[in-house]
């Protein structure tokens, strides 16, 4: 399965905000893609992401590695990077790696918009 990437930017309380939409599969063969984008938006000046994974469908650990390595990446300009997912086999996979302690994790767009840093 291929994995679709849409963004749109969205104002909130927190500020402004890069909302990432991701669909289908985020495995060792379609996590670069994922990657590409993000490292295009910080390039871009994007350092407050929102990426909306109720559209994922299955994630691995080159996954996992991409949204750590985006995390590190905004960080650096002082940014945040807020997950948005409410699939209970995708949180086990944050859960068992201990990474809900590292990424805020949202159930909708709209409070992981809206959440202030």
Known sequence: ???SLSTRNVSGP???RTVVEVGGEIDVYTA???R???????????YHLVVDMEGVD????TGLGVLVGGLKRVRAHEGSLRLVCNQERILKIFRITGLT???P???SVDEAV???D
Request: no cysteine; proline share 3%; hydrophobic share 40%.
């Open 101 to 103: 302690k590292v990424f």
């Open 32 to 34: 670069p893609k994922l």
């Open 14 to 16: 927190g500020g402004d």
């Open 36 to 46: 590409e984008q993000l490292v295009e938006l910080v390039n871009d000046g994007s």
């Open 114 to 116: 809206n959440a202030t």
């Open 58 to 61: 299955f994630l691995d650990s």
């Open 1 to 3: 399965m291929d994995l």
């Open 105 to 107: 994790i949202h159930g």
